[in-house]
């Protein structure tokens, strides 16, 4: 591993970190969310937590291995842009859904969450083979909370 790589780890892993604090502060999962209806294949409220710190650890790992590939400007701004873009909406996922209460909303978002995650894939891909398949746990469990997003506003509509 080079010295690089080892700053751009590092700062992807701050980067994960505040996604991580930043979608957790945003998700309340108090009495609103309690009385919604969700289908029975929803995942355990448990395993979020598990399963979004491995995804966050690899997204780390994938971003450090994009940087490092992508030498010279005009790639690290590609890997840089898509990286942002992608924080800044699966944080707003969290804060649509839970704390503006509106799944409706959140369904929208969480479309451009998982278009933001192929973009990944085939930017950070672009530099590194296996940077963007370290992606892919993350387009399936975004795929899946997609799904339960679409359930939830199915099971509980009308939202106001």
Same mark, same amino acid.
């Given at each position: 591993?080079?010295?690089?790589?080892?700053?751009?780890?590092?700062?992807?892993?701050?980067?994960?970190?505040?996604?991580?604090? &930043?979608?957790?502060?945003?998700?309340?999962?108090?009495?609103?969310? &309690?009385?919604?209806?969700?289908?029975?294949?929803?995942?355990?409220?448990?395993?979020?937590?598990?399963?979004?710190?491995?995804?966050?650890?690899?997204? &780390?790992?994938?971003?450090?291995?994009?940087?490092?590939?992508?030498?010279?400007?005009?790639?690290?701004?590609?890997?840089?842009?898509?990286?942002?873009?992608?924080?800044?909406?699966?944080?707003?996922?969290?804060?649509?859904?839970?704390?503006?209460?509106?799944?409706?909303? &959140?369904?929208?978002?969480?479309?451009?969450?998982?278009?933001?995650?192929?973009?990944?894939?085939?930017?950070?891909g672009s530099y590194s083979t296996i940077a963007g398949l370290l992606m892919l746990p993350y387009l399936a469990w975004v795929s899946t909370a997609?799904?339960?997003?679409?359930?939830?506003?199915?099971?509980?509509?009308?939202?106001?």
């Amino acid at each position: 591993m080079t010295d690089g790589f080892l700053w751009a780890l590092g700062g992807s892993a701050l980067v994960a970190v505040i996604v991580a604090v &930043a979608g957790g502060v945003l998700t309340e999962t108090g009495p609103w969310y &309690a009385q919604l209806k969700k289908p029975s294949w929803k995942p355990p409220d448990w395993a979020f937590g598990p399963v979004w710190t491995v995804i966050l650890v690899l997204s &780390a790992i994938s971003a450090a291995l994009a940087w490092e590939a992508a030498e010279g400007a005009g790639g690290r701004s590609a890997v840089l842009a898509v990286l942002i873009i992608n924080s800044i909406l699966n944080i707003a996922w969290s804060g649509i859904f839970f704390k503006l209460r509106r799944p409706d909303w &959140a369904l929208v978002e969480v479309a451009m969450l998982w278009l933001s995650i192929l973009s990944l894939i085939l930017v950070l891909g672009s530099y590194s083979t296996i940077a963007g398949l370290l992606m892919l746990p993350y387009l399936a469990w975004v795929s899946t909370a997609m799904f339960l997003n679409y359930r939830i506003v199915q099971m509980n509509k009308p939202f106001a």
